[in-house]
């Protein structure tokens, strides 16, 4: 039920400031490049858009065709059709269940005046042809459903050759969600849209979440007899003009855009032309660029967290020869995996020389540096292939087109440059890693975890002081570990937040991360220069977090039973739950809660109290000592606000100060206590790994006596 509260809101907050309106590149029709083929398409939606007036045009007394119609219904959203009382049909629409079969004899009809159009015209009819129809039922949750909503009608794609597929459908079937309203929507009535839109939303990551071949996905609104069509992007939505179906043009312009769908590339509808689902092996699979390798991923749905953002979906896979065949397929769900395959929309920059935030060439740099490297063994990610993925924009005709890099330029290429100009650039990549690792959330200890980020903290320094490059995301997704005999290994995955720390980028504002474990800094924006230090701060918060909520699997089970201990004895609020707030509420409640006097009865007292946990407790009270109230600092570096009161009178007070303290140097001119650690960096760091390191040492001897 809170999933489901989070989803609604974050839903709302999508369809109220992340939607861009009015534009009509949404409702272009996808036709072809060559004239010839072009000429037959539009002839094709020309025939639709005609023969759809012939059963929505007015009626006179003598025609009875409206009652024989298999199209009927359509007349109670056009409004054509009058009453005996001259009252439009549309007026008696009383709910949205009396919308439904109206919507769904559109897609039908469109799709059945497509087919016999081409029956009728075979030689110029393209191969295999699409129909997009309505399933049968309607207001009804799908089987792959991760809650409880219920979904209006949904949308599908079949070829000729296809039988109907009647009754409910999955999410992992459908090309897109029409959700429906009997209010219109036009006017002072803007709710209605965004209540629908809504909707929409919360449907539409149920598919990204069952579909990992999908680029994008479309969805559809009517209110009343209002339309909207929908492309949901990678960070924004955008939104077609208004449709009224009452109005010729505008039921013209949708028939044909409907139409244009059974001719288009599937790019265009926002799938993967690069990835296949091999029905023998029960997996999705894929050749990968530049090795002879063709990657089997063992196809499970996942909860997508997010409707905007990278849409990054991760597989443990199994690669196999290109030259596999139908029959080693069958077998290949009992072979063990052997790659780690992340598929994933990253920010990036139109000219690649430009990417700061390249992550495959992060991991050639890293994987370069440190072959061979005993004591960064099984800590970083041993890159197989990392590539921009080439998407074949294949139609109806020729299955042979060449392939383009992928990117939201050409994802979106209906959609007007300057528009498009306006929203972040991304570049579909995929990285395929040798070896298998496990996730932090299955160490089955509190030592196995402190070993587990103290290696991927040690490869974090390295990495940082010979490689050059600042992570900036560690969180509990980018932290896995492998198991050897009697052994567990750390390592520090993802780092396509990353930067080369000479570039200036890493003096903010931007903010990187997962929101939980952002450091003060990063979560307001600051001007200060982002180091190492922030990503230390995320660690301390990793493990706050993990040591609240449960570190084991068995240990996160039993949170509801703690949580119930805390609301029986009034105290159920659990402070660092505030650390999930929009950036600037988190960054407030940490400030207050990383002070000396603060930490303990508004964090570490919260952790659970199983076996082990008071060592994370020692840990993270180090930690944040090293960080915030460093020994080693002034009181000028120490804390998490400035002391206007202690900068007036510096030069008495650095006076009484030892030489040895890391920031003696440094004059008032630098406040901020934040800024002045920057300048300390390298010395904090030494002190925070030597800390982590330590607790690793203890970690293992306590591990070795069990």
């Not at 959203?77 to 008696?92: C, N, Q, V």
């Not at 469109?110 to 699409?130: C, E, I, K």
């Not at 990253?346 to 004591?375: H, M, P, W, Y």
């Not at 703690?562 to 609301?567: G, M, S, V, Y």
Request: proline content about 3%; glycine content about 4%; hydrophobic content about 35%.
């Amino acid at each position: 039920m809170e999933y489901e509260k989070r989803v609604k809101a974050e839903a709302i907050h999508y369809a109220t400031n992340c939607t861009v309106r009015g534009v009509a590149g949404v409702l272009e029709p996808a036709l072809p490049h060559d004239e010839r083929q072009k000429e037959y398409v539009e002839a094709v939606l020309s025939h639709v858009a005609e023969q759809f007036e012939t059963i929505v045009g007015p009626l006179t007394d003598s025609d009875s065709s409206y009652e024989n119609s298999d199209y009927s219904d359509v007349r109670i959203l056009t409004g054509t059709d009058i009453t005996a009382d001259g009252d439009p049909i549309l007026a008696k629409i009383t709910s949205e269940n009396g919308m439904y079969n109206a919507i769904k004899c559109i897609f039908r009809f469109v799709a059945d005046t497509v087919t016999s159009y081409q029956s009728n015209s075979f030689d110029a009819m393209p191969r295999n042809p699409r129909k997009i129809v309505a399933c049968e039922k309607h207001d009804f949750k799908p089987y792959d459903s991760d809650d409880s909503t219920r979904i209006d009608i949904g949308i599908y794609s079949k070829t000729l050759q296809m039988s109907d597929k009647n009754g409910k459908l999955d999410y992992s079937y459908m090309l897109l969600i029409v959700e429906a309203k009997k209010s219109d929507c036009s006017g002072n009535n803007d709710g209605v849209r965004v209540e629908a839109l809504e909707q929409l939303c919360r449907y539409t990551r149920q598919i990204y979440g069952k579909q990992p071949w999908r680029r994008f996905a479309w969805g559809m609104t009517v209110c009343s007899s209002k339309v909207h069509v929908y492309i949901f992007g990678h960070d924004c939505i955008f939104e077609s003009p208004i449709l009224d179906l009452g109005a010729k043009d505008d039921r013209s312009k949708l028939v044909k855009l409907l139409g244009s769908w059974a001719f288009c590339p599937r790019s265009i509808l926002g799938y993967d032309s690069t990835i296949d689902y091999r029905s023998a092996a029960q997996c999705v699979s894929f050749a990968v660029d530049g090795i002879n390798e063709r990657i089997y991923a063992p196809f499970t749905t996942r909860i997508t967290e997010n409707l905007f953002g990278r849409h990054t979906v991760c597989y443990h896979a199994k690669a196999m020869p290109l030259s596999c065949n139908e029959d080693t397929e069958r077998g290949i769900r009992s072979l063990p995996l052997d790659r780690f395959v992340k598929d994933a929309w990253t920010c990036s920059e139109r000219d690649s020389a430009d990417d700061v935030n390249d992550e495959i060439r992060f991991l050639k740099t890293i994987n370069q540096k440190f072959v061979g490297d005993k004591d960064m063994e099984g800590k970083y990610p041993l890159l197989c292939a990392g590539y921009v993925v080439r998407n074949v924009n294949t139609n109806n005709w020729d299955p042979t087109t060449e392939a383009t890099a992928d990117d939201t330029l050409t994802a979106f290429k209906m959609i007007d440059s300057e528009i498009l100009a306006k929203t972040q650039y991304r570049q579909h990549k995929r990285i395929v890693i040798n070896g298998i690792a496990e996730r932090l959330y299955n160490v089955k200890s509190v030592d196995e975890m402190i070993v587990v980020l103290a290696d991927a903290m040690y490869a974090h320094t390295r990495i940082f002081r010979e490689c050059n490059i600042l992570q900036r995301d560690i969180s509990p997704n980018n932290i896995m570990f492998t198991r050897g005999e009697n052994t567990i290994t750390g390592m520090l995955i993802d780092f396509d937040c990353a930067v080369s720390a000479n570039n200036q980028e890493t003096s903010g504002p931007v903010q990187t991360g997962t929101g939980p474990f952002m450091s003060i800094n990063n979560l307001r924006s600051s001007s200060v220069r982002r180091t190492q230090l922030d990503d230390w701060e995320s660690l301390l918060y990793l493990i706050c977090w993990m040591a609240t909520f449960g570190v084991t699997t068995e240990h996160r089970k039993s949170f509801r039973d703690e949580r119930d201990k805390l609301q029986k004895y009034g105290t159920s609020t659990i402070h660092i739950s505030f650390w999930d707030l929009p950036f600037d509420q988190a960054a407030a409640f940490k400030k207050e809660q990383m002070q000396e006097d603060m930490f303990k009865s508004r964090v570490t007292d919260y952790f659970m109290k199983h076996r082990g946990y008071e060592n994370l407790v020692n840990l993270v009270t180090e930690l944040r000592r090293l960080i915030f109230n460093n020994p080693k600092m002034t009181l000028f570096g120490c804390g998490l606000y400035s002391d206007r009161n202690l900068i007036k009178h510096f030069e008495f007070l650095n006076s009484l100060i030892a030489a040895e303290t890391y920031d003696k140097d440094i004059g008032p001119e630098i406040s901020d206590p934040f800024e002045r650690r920057t300048k300390c960096v390298d010395k904090i760091v030494d002190d925070l790994l030597n800390a982590i390191l330590k607790a690793k040492n203890d970690a293992l001897q306590r591990m070795s006596n069990t």
